[in-house]
Structure formats: C-alpha cells, structure tokens
C-alpha cells in the first residue's frame, strides 16, 4: 500500500528530472518545461502532505494547506509560463533563436 | 480489493508520471517534449485523486494540461528552429546537470526514508470543494487576492512583452 514516502519519492524524482532537464537542455522553450515538470513535482510533494499529514480533515484551515498551497503553485505557475514564453517570443523576434547559448548579449 | 487497485493506480501512475518527465527532458523533437510533458501533467491528476484531492485534480487538467500545455505549443509552433542544432548542452555540463540532480534525488531520498513522519491512514471520501472554498476566502484571503493581482500582473506583462511593435 503506497504510503506517504512512496508520493514523496515521486515527487523528487520528478523535480530532480525537471532539474536536469532545466540544466541540460539549449532550447528555452524545453527549459521552460522542465520548469513545469518541477513545480508538478512540488504539488506532488505538497498534496502527499496534506493527505498524510493533515491532522484532520476537518474544519481547521491547517488540515487544507497543503491543497491551497498546490492551488496558488498553479496559478503562479500559469503567470509564470505566459511571461516566461512572452520573453522567449520577443527574444526570437530579435535575433531568431532560442537556444540560450545563443542568446549572450550581456555577457561579458 | 481496493487496496490492490489503489497499489497499482499508483504504479501505473507514477509510471506513466517518470516517463513523462523522462520523455520532456530527453526527447530530441520538441512535440515530443510537449507531449511527454503532457503525459507528466495528466499522471500528476491521476495522482491527486489518489490523494483525496479531487479539486486540485481536476483543476491541474483545467489549468495545467488544457492552459499551459496550450500556450507551451503556441511558443513551440511560433519559435521554429533549424533542426540541426545541438539540442542538449556540450557532454561536461550534461554529466555535471546529471551529476546535480542525482545528488539531489539522494538527498532528498535519504531525509524521506529517515523522517519520523506521523501519518493519517484515513482517506478522505468526500468532495474537497466546498472546504477549499471556505479555506481559500477566510484563511487564506490575502494570498488569493495577491494571486490575482500576480495574474494581473503576468497577463499585463505578456501582452506587453509579445507585442508586434
């Protein structure tokens, strides 16, 4: 019977592999993803919280925190992919890549 | 009985989940990408009903899989690239990348395995809106209403970032 450790497992295998990919990949877009991946890992984590964790799931706001908390991570990431992929846009507007070794004007 | 289908739902899942994310960050073709994360995004429902989080499920569909994914294929589709070009980074910092993210997963593994968690056994088998409702505009007031003036803020933003002039 998956327990709380088997969720949480999961959800670090998630994150470590969104972590790689953030790392390893040259197309901003598939970094973008990789971010996504890892977020879902975090709702992963925080939902397994709250259903093992909760002291009851009663009335008191506590017992909900966990859900909530993975509600607002959506909904901050949603901002974050619309402006992160707004960025990438103009970026290819200008110079017609999104490979981020590409992209390297302020580097010194 | 059903504890043999909540075993395996898990598997399945989290089968499914880790091949999704294994797909996103390796695939050579970026729908490939888009797809397997796609995959990701859907287990990750799957996994929330598992849960007792009916409402966090559904609304990862909603919002995650038809939203997000939605506007990630716009960006792909609006951002054509040549396709010879190197789609991972140089070998050294892909085995550095790996080398992070293994030793991350450790980490993370052995403070799990060696926590002294308390746990609640009994699922919760009742609909979970009505009390998210409730939490989400007494409890957590303020965060929701700042999460909306984010979203303000990021639509704002993109619009004026993507704009033609």
């Not at chain 1, 974050?80 to 103009?90: P, R, W």
Request: aromatic share 10%; glycine share 6%.
């Amino acid at each position: 019977m998956p327990g709380l450790a088997h969720f949480l497992i999961l959800g670090a295998a998630l994150f470590c592999l969104g972590t790689f990919g953030a790392l390893a990949r040259r197309n901003a877009v598939v970094v973008l993803m990789s971010i996504e991946l890892m977020l879902n890992g975090l709702n992963i984590t925080f939902v397994a919280f709250n259903r093992y964790l909760a002291p009851s799931f009663g009335p008191a706001a506590s017992a909900w925190a966990g859900q909530v908390f993975a509600l607002f991570i959506i909904a901050v990431a949603a901002a974050e992919a619309a402006l992160g992929l707004a960025i990438v846009i103009a970026v290819y507007r200008l110079r017609h890549t999104v490979q981020v070794d590409q992209i390297d004007l302020m580097r010194g | 009985m059903s504890e043999a289908i909540y075993t395996a739902a898990f598997y399945v899942f989290g089968l499914a989940a880790v091949v999704g994310a294994l797909g996103t960050v390796a695939a050579r073709r970026l729908i490939h990408n888009a797809l397997f994360l796609v995959l990701a995004l859907a287990s990750a429902a799957a996994l929330y009903v598992l849960l007792s989080a009916d409402f966090v499920a559904v609304v990862q569909i909603l919002v995650y899989t038809g939203a997000i994914m939605i506007l990630l294929l716009f960006a792909l589709m609006l951002t054509p690239q040549q396709v010879e070009l190197p789609a991972t980074a140089p070998a050294g910092q892909q085995l550095a990348a790996a080398l992070v993210a293994v030793v991350l997963f450790g980490l993370i593994v052995a403070a799990v395995l060696t926590g002294p968690w308390r746990q609640a056994v009994v699922p919760l088998n009742a609909p979970t809106s009505a009390p998210l409702g409730t939490a989400l505009l007494t409890t957590y007031v303020f965060p929701f209403e700042l999460v909306s003036l984010v979203l303000l803020v990021g639509l704002i933003g993109a619009l004026l970032l993507a704009r033609e002039s």
